[in-house]
Every structure is written in structure tokens, then in C-alpha cells.
Nanobody, 127 residues
Framework: QVQLVESGGGLVQAGGSLRLSCAAS????????MGWFRQAPGKEREFVAT????????YYTDSVKGRFTISRDNAKNTVYLQMNSLKPEDTAVYYC????????????????????WGQGTQVTVSS
């Protein structure tokens, strides 16, 4: 069983920054591809960013490219999402997700690919 705990959410003004963290309780964190998703009120959960097991490959949804950066520290069992130049439309609950992949360079932007999910952390961006 994999447990994921997000932290770092909060209220920030437009143009500001936040850094989300997701700590995983798992024996071998480096076996897992990690992703960040978000869900705004009344909308479906959508993909934000993903990072391969090795950390060598990342992928972002178009709306956050150049503003958000996903990274991981396999020694600390933690994945991060650095969010800069935040916009009101980034307001959502942000979820961390994990799935085990045999290929260290694989990643996924599909919700269905992820087996484990955290409880989420609220990010609110005021205009």
C-alpha cells in the first residue's frame, strides 16, 4: 500500500508562487512514476505534470508550461511542484498520484494510469 500526503497549498495573490510537496510512504519510491493533477469546483480532475521514475523526463499540460516545475528527490521519497506566476485559473485542489512502472523513463498524463492518490491540497489564487 502506498500512502501519499500533499502539503504546501494555500492562498496567494496572482503572480505569486507556491511549492507543493508530496511525501510517499513506500519502500522504493524510485519505482514509481509520479504525477500532479488538479480539480477546480464543478470541473473534472485534470492532468498538470508528471515525472518519470528516474527524474530524467517530465511532461506538462500546456497551460502550466514555463510556469510550473515538477521535480523529485528519491532519497526523501518526495515529489515537488514549484508553481510560479500563478493565475486565478490555477485555483483548484491539487492531487499527487503514483503508479509503478518498470521503465525508469516512462511517464503518463492519464488519470487512469495512476493507482495511488493523495487527499489533495487546496491552492487558491486571488486576483
Amino acid at each position: 500500500q502506498v500512502q501519499l500526503v500533499e502539503s504546501g497549498g494555500g492562498l496567494v495573490q496572482a503572480g505569486g508562487s507556491l511549492r507543493l510537496s508530496c511525501a510517499a510512504s513506500v519502500r522504493t519510491f524510485s519505482n514509481y512514476c509520479m504525477g500532479w493533477f488538479r480539480q477546480a469546483p464543478g470541473k473534472e480532475r485534470e492532468f498538470v505534470a508528471t515525472i518519470a521514475r528516474s527524474g530524467s523526463r517530465t511532461y506538462y499540460t500546456d497551460s502550466v508550461k514555463g510556469r510550473f516545475t515538477i521535480s523529485r528527490d528519491n532519497a526523501k521519497n518526495t515529489v515537488y511542484l514549484q508553481m510560479n506566476s500563478l493565475k486565478p485559473e490555477d485555483t483548484a485542489v491539487y492531487y499527487c498520484a503514483a503508479t509503478m512502472y518498470s521503465n525508469s523513463n516512462s511517464y503518463s498524463s492519464s488519470r487512469d494510469a495512476y493507482r495511488y492518490w493523495g487527499q489533495g491540497t487546496q491552492v487558491t489564487v486571488s486576483s
